[in-house]
C-alpha cells in the first residue's frame, strides 16, 4: 500500500508518517524544505524518539519525498495512492488543492479505486474545507466522477510535537499520546483500517473536546505563562496559580462539552487531568512563545477561546475563567510574532473596545465585551503591582 502525505515536519514524520509507516504502507512524503526532502530520499528511514523516561526510539522505513515544487511527480504519486494525508497547517491547504486536483483528475481516468483524502490538520473540518478547494479546479463533469470514489472524511488529530533541533535533521521527538480520530461516516465501505487510528460515526464531538481541551488549554499556559516571564509550558504549569487558572477553564469548556455534546462528566474529568499532565511532561520543552504565537487567529470567533467562551454563555454556563484568559492573550505581545505586533498595534491605535470587535467579533453590548475588557484592566493593573514589587 502507498501513502502520500503532503508535510515533511515533525508532525507529518512524528505522528501521520510514524503511524502510516506502522500500517504497512510505503510513505512518500510532499514538502519544500531541500534538506528534508533530500534526506529522507537518500536515507529512505527516520528515528521517532518518545518523550518518556526510557527514551524509546523507533526507526520508521520504507519511506521517501517530493519536492512540493515537483508538481507532475507529486500528482502522479497522487493520481497511484492508496491513500492522501496532510499535515502542513490549515493556511496552506489552499497552495496543494491544484496539485491535488491535477493527480485526481489523472487517478479517475485509470480506475474507479476508492481514494480517501484526510486533512490532519488543527481545524475543524479541514477534509471538508481541502475537498472545496480542490472542487475548483474541477469540471462540473470531473466532480461527478470524483463523487463517487474519491472521499474527503474529516478528522481530529491531537500529539504534542514541540519545536526543536537535532544534529539529524529527520530525527523527531514525540509525547507518547497521541489521538487520530476519522469520521468513518464519509469514508467507502472496505476501507483499510489503520491501527491506532479510531473511526467513529460523528466526529463533531471529538473535535469540539480536543479544541477546547487541549488546544484551549494548551494556549491560556501559554499565555499567563507569558505575562509570568516563563519560557516553557512545563515551567508555567508548576506554578500553582496558573495551573489552577488553566484547570478553570477547561472547568467551564468541560461543562459545555457534557452538556452539549453528551460526555460522562467523571470521564471528562479525567480527560482533562490527563491533558493537563501531559502540559507537564518533563522530558519535552515547550516554548510560551511557539504555542502563544498567532494570537488573532486563537482569539477568531471560532477558534479555542472564544468560540467556548461563547457557547457556554448562551448556555447559561460560567465563563469567567475563559474571559480572563481571553484577557491574558489580549495582552501578548511578542515582537517576533507579526500577529502580535498586529492586534498590539490595534489596541494603541483604536482602544481596546474596537480591537475586541474588530477581531474577536464581541460587540460592545454583548455582556462578554464588558467582561473582558475589565478583566483586562485588572490584568494590566496587576502586571504593573508586579513591576513596582
Not at 502520500?4 to 510505503?26: D, K, P, S, T
Not at 502542513?88 to 487517478?107: D, E, N
Not at 499532565?277 to 504555542?291: G, H
Request: hydrophobic share 40%; with cysteine; charged share 20%.
Amino acid at each position: 500500500m502507498r501513502a502520500v502525505h503532503f508535510g515533511a515536519g515533525n508532525i507529518g514524520r512524528g505522528f501521520i508518517g510514524l503511524l502510516l509507516a506502522r500500517a504497512g504502507y510505503e510513505v512518500t512524503f510532499v514538502d519544500v524544505s531541500d534538506k528534508i526532502v533530500s534526506a529522507l530520499q537518500q536515507r529512505g528511514e527516520y528515528t521517532v524518539t518518545l518523550a518518556n523516561e526510557n527514551q524509546n526510539i523507533e526507526a520508521v522505513r520504507n519511506v521517501t519525498a517530493i519536492h512540493g515544487s515537483q508538481l507532475v511527480q507529486v500528482s502522479e504519486a497522487v493520481s497511484t495512492a492508496d491513500l492522501v494525508t496532510t499535515a502542513i497547517g490549515v493556511s496552506i491547504l489552499p497552495h496543494i488543492a491544484h496539485v491535488l486536483a491535477t493527480g485526481i483528475r489523472l487517478r479517475v481516468k485509470q480506475t474507479e479505486k476508492p481514494l480517501h483524502i484526510i486533512a490532519c490538520e488543527n481545524t475543524i473540518g479541514g477534509s471538508s474545507q481541502l475537498r472545496s478547494l480542490v472542487y475548483e479546479y474541477l469540471t462540473e463533469e470531473e466532480r461527478l466522477l470524483v463523487d463517487g470514489c474519491i472521499k474527503f472524511p474529516n478528522a481530529a488529530v491531537d500529539r504534542i510535537v514541540p519545536i526543536q533541533h537535532h544534529e539529524d535533521p529527520l530525527s523527531v521527538t514525540v509525547e507518547p499520546f497521541f489521538e487520530w480520530i476519522v469520521d468513518r461516516s464519509s469514508m467507502v465501505p472496505g476501507y483499510p483500517v489503520i491501527e491506532g487510528v479510531q473511526y467513529v460515526d460523528a466526529l463533531e464531538p471529538f473535535i469540539a473536546r480536543k479544541l477546547f481541551t487541549v488546544n484551549t488549554g494548551h494556549c491560556c499556559a501559554a499565555y499567563y505563562g507569558y505575562l509570568q516571564g516563563y519560557e516553557t509550558i512545563q515551567g508555567a504549569m508548576e506554578d500553582k496559580g496558573i495551573r489552577s487558572k488553566v484547570h478553570g477553564v477547561l472547568e467551564e469548556t468541560g461543562q459545555l462539552l457534557c452538556q452539549q455534546y453528551g460526555f460522562d462528566r467523571i470521564e471528562h474529568e479525567s480527560y482533562v487531568l490527563k491533558v493537563m499532565d501531559r502540559f507537564t511532561n518533563r522530558y519535552l520543552t515547550d516554548d510560551v512563545r511557539r504555542v502563544g504565537r498567532s494570537p488573532i487567529r486563537k482569539l477568531s470567533a471560532n477558534d479555542r477561546l472564544v468560540r467556548p467562551a461563547r457557547l457556554a454563555y448562551d448556555l447559561g454556563l460560567d465563563v469567567s475563567h475563559l474571559t480572563m484568559a481571553i484577557a491574558a492573550a489580549l495582552q501578548f505581545d511578542l515582537i517576533e510574532d507579526p500577529e502580535a505586533v498586529e492586534l498590539q498595534h490595534a489596541i494603541h491605535e483604536r482602544g481596546i473596545h474596537q480591537t475586541i470587535v474588530d477581531y474577536l467579533s464581541i460587540h460592545r453590548d454583548h455582556p462578554l465585551h464588558a467582561k473582558i475588557v475589565l478583566q483586562y484592566e485588572e490584568l494590566i493593573l496587576t502586571s504593573r503591582k508586579h513591576e513596582r514589587s
